[in-house]
């Protein structure tokens, strides 16, 4: 949307058009990872796209007047148990509720009926519900803030004038945004500053303040070159993606420090995106080796590992082949 907006209002359709095949061409090809990314819109509707995992969420949370609660409660006597440390390959080809039906089957028609009535105007969705409404939560984004806000306007005005632009912010002015209840995150500032004095992860601490989920699913997705800087309304913020403070550890351990933090990450290169991000959005090379280096033992990437009650490793690469 923001892109053909942009195009209809273009002072030079021709500069704006190539400069779109251009940013395609670079996030389709792998190719630099520039600033331009957060000023050139993107190419994924994020608002729709959190519409849509609102949708979702509405199934998972039985929401709506027509909801198959007997469906499900049928689905799960005959699906839970036997799928206990068994891969969803293997659930799906269990025996279902019914006769010569498969729990696979059954869960594929119990969701589908669900999405074919959803009717927006009768059915809550999940993403109008706010971030920590019933339970403390938290959601993660990158933002821009004072002299950030500042420069990402100018580069912005002057794109859309469809004239050359560089974008070069100063990372001082990026901050690790969260979304949530007032009250979670004024509890989590003052211990932040109590539990982790020095370190850069807390000082980048940001309180953006209560949102329905959608508003922060669409920023927390919206990672520079499928989605570009975005301001958020009212809070003179620039939201920049979802790469920030990769692992929350320290703001988990501080909104429950007498509870466990378990940590669901990456084999591997676990910040390999997010140094991209940062070093676009200003950081040196040794501030990305304070909060992001895998090499030594004083990065706080590590020391959030650490810090973690319990870490979960996958390994994304290699989904597709193996469905364990």
Not at 33 to 61: C, H, K, Q, W
Not at 78 to 105: E, F, V
Not at 153 to 163: D, E, I, N
Not at 277 to 282: E, F, I, V
Request: charged share 20%; glycine share 10%; net charge negative.
């Amino acid at each position: 949307q923001e892109l053909l907006s942009v195009v209809r209002q273009s002072d030079d359709i021709r500069y704006h058009v190539a400069d779109f095949i251009f940013g395609l061409e670079v996030l389709l090809l792998g190719g630099e990872f520039l600033p331009d990314r957060y000023i050139r819109p993107g190419f994924i509707n994020m608002d729709g796209a959190a519409e849509t995992m609102g949708r979702m969420a509405s199934f998972y949370a039985g929401y709506g007047p027509t909801y198959d609660f007997n469906g499900l409660d049928n689905w799960l006597d005959a699906c839970a148990l036997p799928s206990l440390g068994k891969s969803w390959n293997d659930l799906q080809s269990l025996p279902g509720s019914r006769p010569r039906t498969t729990c696979g089957q059954e869960f594929k028609d119990l969701y589908e009926t669900y999405q074919l009535d959803f009717d927006p105007d009768r059915f809550p969705n999940r993403a109008d519900d706010q971030v920590g409404q019933y339970y403390p939560m938290l959601a993660v984004t990158g933002v821009l803030v004072g002299d950030g806000v500042t420069e990402w306007k100018r580069a912005m005005s002057v794109y859309l004038s469809a004239q050359p632009f560089s974008f070069r912010p100063s990372f001082d002015d990026v901050k690790f945004g969260y979304f949530g209840q007032t009250q979670d995150l004024d509890v989590i500032q003052a211990r932040l500053n109590e539990m982790y004095p020095d370190k850069e992860h807390a000082k980048k601490f940001h309180k953006i303040g209560p949102t329905p989920w959608k508003n922060a699913l669409a920023a927390s997705i919206s990672e520079p070159g499928l989605g570009n800087g975005y301001e958020l309304n009212g809070r003179n913020l620039i939201g920049v993606g979802g790469w920030a403070d990769p692992l929350r550890v320290y703001a988990a351990n501080a909104l429950h420090p007498l509870g466990k933090s378990i940590v669901l990450t990456s084999a591997g290169d676990i910040n390999g995106f997010a140094r991209a991000c940062a070093s676009t959005l200003g950081a040196t090379d040794e501030q990305l080796d304070v909060l992001l280096a895998l090499s030594t033992d004083d990065s706080e990437i590590l020391q959030q590992l650490g810090a973690a009650s319990a870490v979960w490793c996958a390994n994304w690469e290699l989904m597709n082949n193996d469905p364990d």
